[in-house]
């Protein structure tokens, strides 16, 4: 079973729209990471989150973790095409021993 | 921080050779990773490799197909051997310690190895 469930899978929205994208999880994590992956690329890390409640922002993107630290959301504002890629959680489940990933959410931004 | 260069970013190999891909981190870690992504699909931990001991692998890879060297704490190799269609994915070495970021601790990825088999 997957240890990190996101929603959605796939997104298309018109430029200059808001989206949220979630990622959750059944244990606490002890770091939830947002990375950005353009298609057949690397990983370009986003934003990391440890503390229950925590909220960072970046340009037009805020990540916020719940309070018990099982959910994330990444909330992209005003989207450009350059949002455009596939956006993967990970997280930290264990003391830096185990990491996994979501299965990403695909996000497609016309102009 | 921890700075990781991977190579090579691409590359594309006749079925049945083997690949190596190189990891060197530019400051010393204990822990690396080694993660494959197949197309269309989220990122898959193969092996752990923690310099000094043997590397740790996960359900489904095993050491005659995918060896790994930890010569050092800052480098590392990962074989793909006699390979086939269907290891056409991208590699992905890791690292768990110093970052720039605020958070200090935490994970680095390489830019990746794009290696598709033909």
């Known amino acids: 079973s997957q240890e990190l469930e996101q929603s959605p899978q796939s997104l298309i929205v018109q430029e200059g729209k808001n989206l949220t994208i979630n990622c959750t999880s059944s244990?606490?994590?002890?770091?939830l990471y947002w990375y950005k992956q353009k298609y057949g690329e690397g990983l370009i890390f986003l934003m990391m989150?440890?503390?229950?409640?925590e909220e960072k922002s970046h340009e037009k993107i805020t990540a916020k973790l719940d309070e018990k630290k099982q959910q994330s959301s990444l909330h992209i504002t005003a989207s450009q095409p350059s949002h455009a890629g596939i956006y993967l959680c990970?997280?930290?489940?264990?003391?830096?021993?185990?990491?996994?990933f979501g299965p990403g959410t695909r996000l497609s931004v016309l102009p | 921080s921890a700075v990781i260069s991977q190579k090579p970013s691409r590359d594309i190999c006749q079925r049945g050779t083997s690949l190596t891909i190189q990891c060197q981190v530019d400051?010393?870690?204990?822990?690396m990773f080694w993660y494959r992504q197949q197309p269309g699909q989220s990122l898959t931990l193969i092996a752990t490799?923690?310099?000094?001991?043997?590397?740790?692998?996960e359900s489904g890879f095993v050491i005659d197909k995918f060896p790994i060297s930890r010569p050092n704490l800052t480098f590392s190799t990962l074989t793909v051997s006699n390979m086939s269609p269907e290891d056409s994915s991208i590699y992905l070495c890791?690292?768990?310690?110093?970052?720039?970021?605020?958070?200090?601790?935490?994970?680095?990825f390489g830019s990746g190895t794009r290696l598709t088999v033909v």
């Open positions: 890791s690292v768990y310690g110093l970052t720039d970021r605020v958070e200090n601790y935490g994970y680095t």
């Open positions: 244990k606490t994590l002890y770091g």
């Open positions: 989150l440890q503390k229950g409640g």
């Open positions: 990970g997280a930290d489940i264990g003391n830096g021993q185990n990491f996994v």
């Open positions: 400051s010393q870690v204990t822990m």
């Open positions: 490799a923690n310099q000094g001991s043997e590397a740790t692998y």
